[in-house]
């Protein structure tokens, strides 16, 4: 379990994160998201113990979170990646990063992690040589070896190519799948929406919303109906009490409307389709995608493009 309670953070007089609580459970992959500058490097750091909050408290496990607090050593982090030594190999380096566990060589997950990296025959050629992509994937692997119960990613994906991001996501269900509590921050919403089970948006260091994934694509009080008639169909719900709009949003493609019923049934609106004449095939909630519902919050609240600016 991830708890944030009433985190803040500043930095000289600028407020950063502003009274932040979310929680993250175990089997819950739950993607951190917000617009650059937001304030979430920021939380992740309060997170692992890297910086002390002003204001509000950390857990992990149940466990108040500092620096070195032991149960930072069942958290798998990667923030701002740590600092590779350039001469050493990748495995030189995952090894003086372990030591720092004090516990023995090797890890317990450090095969599933070595696969999930794809290093190959590189893992030991030195660090100095790698690329971006290798050393993000490197940094990974130091995240994972350690089949973490708990863990806190910012922007894992940076640097990877197509397979490897579909790598990671399947590696992030897997661990997920075994009770870890995952938290990852993301600008790829199209990835988020494959990957998170629940989101933190937040905005200006304060929060938008939070809760599971499904909810924040459910279109509020809307539903999509395929019909035999659309005409018919569209005559007969723009009739019926409890109905705040209707349309056909492709009459040439036929066959299907969108109604926004926010106190009706989807049952009613069939029965009353049905006993019409009209012929349902399928009535179902109207879903929107994360990148429409994640601009409609943020963009609600901006005050344009100053974040961005500011970062
Ligand atoms: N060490 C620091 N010193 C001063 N200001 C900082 C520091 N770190 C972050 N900030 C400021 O705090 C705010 C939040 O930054 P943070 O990096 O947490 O946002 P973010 O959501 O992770 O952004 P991005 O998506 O661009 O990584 C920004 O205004 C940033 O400029």
């Given at each position: 379990?991830?708890?944030?309670?009433?985190?803040?953070?500043?930095?000289?007089?600028?407020?950063?994160?502003?009274?932040?609580?979310?929680?993250?459970?175990?089997?819950?992959?739950?993607?951190?998201?917000?617009?650059?500058?937001?304030?979430?490097?920021?939380?992740?750091?309060?997170?692992?113990?890297?910086?002390?909050?002003?204001?509000?408290?950390?857990?992990?496990?149940?466990?108040?979170?500092?620096?070195?607090?032991?149960?930072?050593?069942?958290?798998?982090?990667?923030?701002?990646?740590?600092?590779?030594?350039?001469?050493?190999?990748?495995?030189?380096?995952?090894?003086?990063?372990?030591?720092?566990?004090?516990?023995?060589?090797?890890?317990?997950?450090?095969?599933?992690?070595?696969?999930?990296?794809?290093?190959?025959?590189?893992?030991?050629?030195?660090?100095?040589?790698?690329?971006?992509?290798?050393?993000?994937?490197?940094?990974?692997?130091?995240?994972?070896?350690?089949?973490?119960?708990?863990?806190?990613?910012?922007?894992?994906?940076?640097?990877?190519?197509?397979?490897?991001?579909?790598?990671?996501?399947?590696?992030?269900?897997?661990?997920?799948?075994?009770?870890?509590?995952?938290?990852?921050?993301?600008?790829?919403?199209?990835?988020?929406?494959?990957?998170?089970?629940?989101?933190?948006?937040?905005?200006?260091?304060?929060?938008?919303?939070?809760?599971?994934?499904?909810?924040?694509?459910?279109?509020?009080?809307?539903?999509r109906v395929e019909v035999d008639?659309t005409?018919?169909a569209?005559?007969?719900?723009?009739?019926?009490?409890?109905?705040?709009?209707?349309?056909?949003?492709?009459?040439?493609?036929g066959g299907e409307v969108?109604?926004?019923?926010?106190?009706?049934?989807?049952?009613?609106?069939?029965?009353?389709?049905?006993?019409?004449?009209?012929g349902v095939t399928s009535a179902r909630?109207?879903?929107?995608?994360?990148?429409?519902?994640?601009?409609?919050?943020?963009?609600?609240?901006?005050?344009?493009?100053?974040?961005?600016?500011?970062?």
């Open positions: 379990m991830i708890d944030a309670h009433e985190l803040s953070k500043r930095y000289g007089r600028r407020p950063a994160v502003e009274g932040l609580s979310f929680t993250v459970a175990p089997g819950q992959i739950c993607a951190l998201l917000g617009p650059n500058g937001a304030g979430k490097t920021s939380t992740m750091r309060m997170l692992v113990g890297l910086s002390a909050p002003d204001a509000g408290s950390a857990r992990i496990l149940g466990e108040p979170v500092c620096l070195g607090a032991a149960v930072l050593r069942r958290v798998g982090v990667l923030i701002d990646g740590p600092a590779f030594v350039p001469h050493l190999t990748g495995t030189a380096n995952l090894r003086l990063l372990w030591s720092a566990t004090r516990r023995a060589w090797p890890p317990p997950a450090l095969d599933d992690a070595l696969d999930l990296a794809g290093l190959g025959a590189a893992i030991d050629r030195k660090v100095k040589g790698y690329s971006m992509g290798m050393r993000q994937r490197l940094v990974l692997a130091q995240a994972l070896m350690r089949a973490p119960d708990v863990l806190i990613l910012d922007e894992p994906a940076n640097g990877l190519d197509p397979a490897e991001v579909r790598a990671l996501r399947d590696h992030l269900a897997t661990a997920a799948g075994q009770r870890a509590a995952v938290l990852v921050s993301s600008h790829q919403l199209a990835e988020v929406q494959q990957l998170a089970t629940h989101v933190v948006v937040m905005h200006h260091g304060r929060l938008v919303t939070a809760g599971p994934l499904a909810d924040l694509l459910r279109d509020a009080g809307a539903f008639d005409a018919a569209l005559a007969v719900l723009r009739g019926m009490p409890g109905v705040t709009s209707v349309a056909a949003p492709d009459p040439a493609a969108v109604v926004t019923a926010p106190d009706v049934q989807s049952s009613d609106l069939v029965q009353a389709l049905v006993t019409a004449g009209v909630r109207a879903t929107r995608s994360l990148e429409d519902a994640f601009l409609a919050m943020t963009q609600a609240t901006t005050g344009g493009r100053d974040d961005r600016a500011a970062h």
